[in-house]
C-alpha cells in the first residue's frame, strides 16, 4: 500500500481486546493521514478485507511473525513502527520521520515486542477498561485521541527543530570561533553542532542573563565534548550564578561574563 492508497482507503482493521501503545498510536497516524478513515476491532480479519491492516493477520504491517524485520541496530519493527517507516518520510521529510522513529517509536516497539518496560505505553495501557463488561472499543477511541495529540505536536516540534538547525548551520558556518557558538536566542543545536567543532553554546536565558550549554559527542547521547570544570559545581566563580550538577550548563548576569566562562572551560581539564 502507498501513500495515495492509504488516503483513499476507507477502512482499516485492528485487533480487538486488550489494546497497546503500538496499535493505539498505528490508529492515530493512520487519522493523522487519512480522517476519514473507519477503523474496525475484531479477533480475525474478514475474508476479502480490502482496507488496511495492521498488528493483527501476519500482513505487511503486522510484526507476530517469526521473520519480523529489525531496524539496524536491532530494534524490531512493531505496527507503529512499520506505518511509520512507509508513510511518514514522504508525509513529513526525512528529518522528522528519523527524529521522531528514534525518540519516540523505537522504544514503543521495543517494548510491544519484547515487554521491556516504557512509561508513555503504560500511560496508554491505563486507557483499558477494568473487568469483562466493555469491548473497549470506547476506551480505544480515547486512547487514539490522546496519541493522536501527541504525535501532532511532536511533528510540529520536530518541524521547528528542522528550521532551527539550519539556521545553526548557518551561524556556525559565519562565526569567527568555531568553539564557542553564540545565539541571539536559544534554537535548536543538538542535531547539527555534534559533527562540528563547537563545544559550548550561549543564548539569553528565558530567567535574564545569559546560559550556555555543552555540545554532546552526537545527537544520540547526553555525553558532552567537552563538559564545565567539576570544581564549578560546589566552588561557582564570581562571574558565573549558576552550574548544574551534571555540568552540561552554567548561567551568568551578561552575555560577556558567560563568554569568559566558555574560554576558561576551554582550557581546564575535564
Known amino acids: 500500500m502507498n501513500l495515495e492508497d492509504l488516503k483513499n482507503c476507507k477502512c482499516g482493521f485492528t485487533h480487538s481486546g486488550i489494546f497497546h501503545a503500538d496499535d493505539?498510536?498505528?490508529?492515530?497516524?493512520?487519522?493523522?493521514?487519512?480522517?476519514?478513515?473507519?477503523?474496525?476491532?475484531?479477533?480475525?480479519?474478514?475474508?476479502?478485507?480490502?482496507?488496511?491492516?495492521?498488528?493483527?493477520?501476519?500482513?505487511?504491517?503486522?510484526?507476530?511473525?517469526?521473520?519480523n524485520e529489525t531496524r539496524e541496530n536491532g530494534i524490531p519493527y512493531a505496527a507503529f513502527g512499520k506505518l511509520w517507516r512507509s508513510f511518514a518520510k514522504d508525509v513529513y521529510g526525512e528529518y522528522v520521520s528519523k527524529k521522531i522513529d528514534r525518540s519516540l517509536i523505537e522504544a514503543m516497539d521495543l517494548s510491544d515486542n519484547?515487554?521491556?518496560?516504557?512509561?508513555?505505553?503504560?500511560?496508554?495501557?491505563?486507557?483499558?477498561?477494568?473487568?469483562?463488561?466493555?469491548?473497549?472499543?470506547?476506551?480505544?477511541?480515547?486512547?487514539?485521541?490522546?496519541?493522536?495529540?501527541?504525535?501532532?505536536?511532536?511533528?510540529?516540534?520536530?518541524?521547528?527543530?528542522f528550521e532551527e538547525e539550519k539556521m545553526v548551520k548557518e551561524i556556525y558556518d559565519k562565526s569567527k570561533s568555531k568553539e564557542i557558538i553564540v545565539l541571539s536566542k536559544y534554537l535548536h543545536f543538538k542535531d547539527t553542532l555534534p559533527g562540528t567543532d563547537a563545544l559550548y553554546v550561549i543564548y539569553p536565558s528565558i530567567r535574564g542573563g545569559y546560559v550556555a550549554q555543552g555540545v554532546t559527542i552526537n545527537s544520540d547521547t547526553i555525553e558532552l565534548?567537552?563538559?564545565?570544570?567539576?570544581?564549578w559545581v560546589n566552588e561557582l566563580p564570581s562571574y558565573l550564578t549558576f552550574c548544574h550538577k551534571s555540568r552540561f550548563l552554567i548561567a551568568g548576569e551578561s552575555l560577556e561574563d558567560v563568554k569568559h566562562a566558555c574560554n576558561v572551560a576551554l582550557k581546564e581539564e575535564f
Open 114 to 161: 519484547t515487554g521491556k518496560p516504557d512509561s508513555l505505553c503504560l500511560a496508554i495501557a491505563a486507557f483499558n477498561p477494568v473487568g469483562k463488561d466493555s469491548s473497549g472499543d470506547k476506551e480505544f477511541a480515547l486512547a487514539v485521541d490522546v496519541a493522536k495529540n501527541i504525535l501532532e505536536h511532536l511533528v510540529i516540534k520536530e518541524q521547528v527543530h
Open 225 to 231: 565534548k567537552k563538559p564545565f570544570p567539576k570544581k
Open 24 to 67: 493505539v498510536f498505528a490508529t492515530a497516524f493512520i487519522k493523522m493521514i487519512n480522517p476519514n478513515i473507519e477503523i474496525v476491532r475484531g479477533n480475525e480479519v474478514p475474508n476479502n478485507f480490502t482496507g488496511i491492516v495492521y498488528d493483527i493477520g501476519l500482513g505487511e504491517f503486522d510484526h507476530h511473525g517469526d521473520d
